[in-house]
């Protein structure tokens, strides 16, 4: 099943929440050093209310950890095939590098979709895209606190961000599998965004630690059905105890997020 209907498969589960897994060992609950036993922890206990996965992919590569990487990939589609895998790991490059980039998320790692940056064009965006099964999921609007810094300028009279949406929107989109980043942080934008990709799903971080607006979010962001976001939490999830009950932290902490976007929606 290709990226696009596993979403929305999950999305009629009565799910939005993307279960970001971002390892930092120094947070583990004490005597825990495996990045692969805590990731299994966390995702058998919140599989059942996920939309999907976000493993962040510098969080293994900077401590040469991609092993564990692989091997949380595998656990999930091993145990939990119907809840998809984002691998985020912001790739954007000239096209034969992309097309190195794509083969990589879903070849050697076997992500589902992949998230990109599409700020050096179309070019670096089609080699992922041409994976018609798998989801490409593009950064439009950041989280970040200086996102506004270039890509709210104007071109032509309208934020880039809203050039990135609209050819996401359609000439990006011939093969129906992409999606877009747009922060929970900028609510706002998200309205905007929203009317020039009426279709795409939209991957929402800054829940959380970040302090993005989820009412905003759930207003502005979703389809009129009140489906269309994959609302990412990671450290507020993870990192919800440091104690022997972490998982069941995990657990609870994404069952709130769940039923806080329900009873918005
Ligand atoms: O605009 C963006 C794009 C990606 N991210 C990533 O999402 C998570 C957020 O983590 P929290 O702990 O829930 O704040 C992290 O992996 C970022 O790299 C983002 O925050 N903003």
Redesign the pocket.
Known sequence: MNFTSMIHKRWAQQTQVCV?L?PFPERFPAGMTDIFEFNRAIIDATASLACCFKP?FAHYAAIGAEAALKDTIKHIKANYPDVPVIL?SKRGDIGSTATMYAKEAFEQYGADAVTINPYMGSDTVLPFTEFENKGVVI?CR???PSAAEFQNQLIDGEPLYIHVARKAQTEWNKNGNVSL?V?ATAPEEMADIRAAAPDLPFLV??????GGDLAGTLRNGSFKNGNGLMI?????ILYASNGPDFAEAAYKETLKLKDAINSLC
């Open positions: 970001g971002d962040q985020d950064l950041t989280s970040n980043v922060g971080p800054g829940i959380g630690v970040q990412n939490s990671s450290r507020g």
